[in-house]
């Protein structure tokens, strides 16, 4: 039997996350969820990046610096006044994207110290000398200097997400194997899931509305976070709308390899 046939939707997402961490491990990709989308047709396009990315994987490889031609001119950041950084940084970006190369961040970062990175960290970066394939090359600030706080605010946000849409397989990558809870007791990970499924299934629908980040506290490989939580939700026995609010506690580990996953939950109903 065809395996494309064996799966869910969740097992398939669960999977395509799956691929996601291995791409980003091997080629440094960051590629976004896509939640709304079809998982099978994301399943088969994350194997085609994945078989493209192997393809060149032994090619020849070079720093970005020799990759675009080895321009002249690239002045260091500190040699740069704070009058031509921007220009500076303009012709640098339009220069990569010449070469299908783009460089971004997610967070503000200021002017000249993302013109440092992108003249030290990418362009000393080695990638596969093939040109004229149209693949674009993709470097993220965050993914050489990781930004705790915003990673933080990801993880507690895509956890009510997952949770209110009902996507355990992929929300159970979320929690550590044991979990604290609002009674200070430790439980394992399925028993804190099955809590949380019987307690939301007193919902008929209820989707996040917004998220309100009280403290967010990172001290090495550990992080606490308290935030109120505002849904929309409608009961699954009257049926009636209404907008509610938690106020919630997090506590939250580092795994080393730059993913935080949660070790602690506070919240009504566990």
């Given at each position: 039997m065809d395996r494309r046939y064996i799966y869910n939707e969740d097992e398939?997402?669960?999977?395509?996350?799956?691929?996601?961490?291995?791409?980003?491990?091997?080629?440094?990709?960051?590629?976004?969820?896509?939640?709304?989308?079809?998982?099978?047709?994301?399943?088969?396009?994350?194997?085609?990046?994945?078989?493209?990315?192997?393809?060149?994987?032994?090619?020849?490889?070079?720093?970005?610096?020799?990759?675009?031609g080895e321009p002249r001119g690239i002045k260091?950041?500190?040699?740069?006044?704070?009058?031509?950084?921007e220009k500076e940084l303009g012709y640098l970006t339009e220069l990569l994207a010449c070469h299908n190369i783009e460089v971004s961040t997610i967070c503000d970062v200021n002017e000249r110290e993302f013109y440092r990175f992108v003249t030290e960290d990418v362009m000393r970066t080695e990638i596969p000398n093939v040109h004229g394939n149209g693949h674009v090359r993709r470097f993220v600030y965050e993914e050489y200097y990781p930004n705790d706080v915003y990673d933080v605010q990801v993880t507690i946000i895509d956890f009510f997400q997952k949770s209110f849409k009902g996507e355990w397989k992929l929300l159970e990558?979320?929690?550590?194997?044991?979990?604290?809870?609002?009674?200070?007791?430790?439980?394992?990970?399925?028993?804190?899931?099955?809590?949380?499924?019987?307690?939301?299934?007193?919902?008929?629908?209820?989707?996040?509305h917004d998220i309100r980040f009280q403290k967010i506290e990172v001290e090495g490989r550990k992080a606490v976070v308290s935030a109120y939580v505002q849904y929309d939700a409608a009961l699954a026995v009257a049926g009636e709308s209404h907008v509610g609010e938690w106020f919630a506690?997090?506590?939250?580990?580092?795994?080393?390899?730059?993913?935080?996953?949660?070790?602690?939950?506070?919240?009504?109903?566990?």
């Amino acid at each position: 039997m065809d395996r494309r046939y064996i799966y869910n939707e969740d097992e398939l997402r669960f999977e395509n996350e799956v691929k996601k961490l291995k791409l980003r491990a091997q080629f440094g990709m960051l590629l976004d969820d896509d939640p709304e989308g079809c998982p099978r047709r994301e399943n088969e396009w994350l194997n085609h990046l994945e078989a493209y990315e192997q393809e060149y994987a032994d090619y020849n490889r070079v720093k970005v610096y020799s990759y675009i031609g080895e321009p002249r001119g690239i002045k260091p950041a500190e040699l740069i006044s704070r009058y031509e950084i921007e220009k500076e940084l303009g012709y640098l970006t339009e220069l990569l994207a010449c070469h299908n190369i783009e460089v971004s961040t997610i967070c503000d970062v200021n002017e000249r110290e993302f013109y440092r990175f992108v003249t030290e960290d990418v362009m000393r970066t080695e990638i596969p000398n093939v040109h004229g394939n149209g693949h674009v090359r993709r470097f993220v600030y965050e993914e050489y200097y990781p930004n705790d706080v915003y990673d933080v605010q990801v993880t507690i946000i895509d956890f009510f997400q997952k949770s209110f849409k009902g996507e355990w397989k992929l929300l159970e990558g979320k929690l550590a194997p044991k979990v604290q809870t609002i009674k200070r007791t430790t439980l394992r990970r399925t028993k804190v899931l099955n809590r949380l499924r019987k307690w939301l299934a007193f919902y008929e629908e209820i989707d996040l509305h917004d998220i309100r980040f009280q403290k967010i506290e990172v001290e090495g490989r550990k992080a606490v976070v308290s935030a109120y939580v505002q849904y929309d939700a409608a009961l699954a026995v009257a049926g009636e709308s209404h907008v509610g609010e938690w106020f919630a506690n997090f506590q939250l580990a580092h795994d080393g390899w730059g993913y935080w996953y949660i070790t602690g939950v506070f919240i009504p109903g566990l």
